[in-house]
């Protein structure tokens, strides 16, 4: 499946697809060159715990 993400650069913001597989790699943006990295992952890690166990008794 392809990543489909926009070029860092301000000035360019090019919509890039790269493959799956370059996740966590740096990649260069076919338009302008600018070098970056492909993110890990779409979605961040989300804690586990349900809200009630996360907070601290006062």
Do not use: H, Y
Not at 3 to 23: E, G
Not at 29 to 56: D, H, I, L
Request: proline share 10%; charged share 20%; glycine share 4%.
């Amino acid at each position: 499946m392809a990543v489909t993400l926009l070029c860092p650069r301000l000035s360019c913001r090019a919509i890039l697809r790269v493959p799956d597989t370059v996740r966590g790699q740096r990649v260069r943006c076919s338009e302008c060159g600018m070098a970056f990295v492909v993110p890990q992952s779409a979605k961040p890690a989300r804690n586990k715990q349900p809200a009630e166990q996360q907070k601290t008794p006062t």
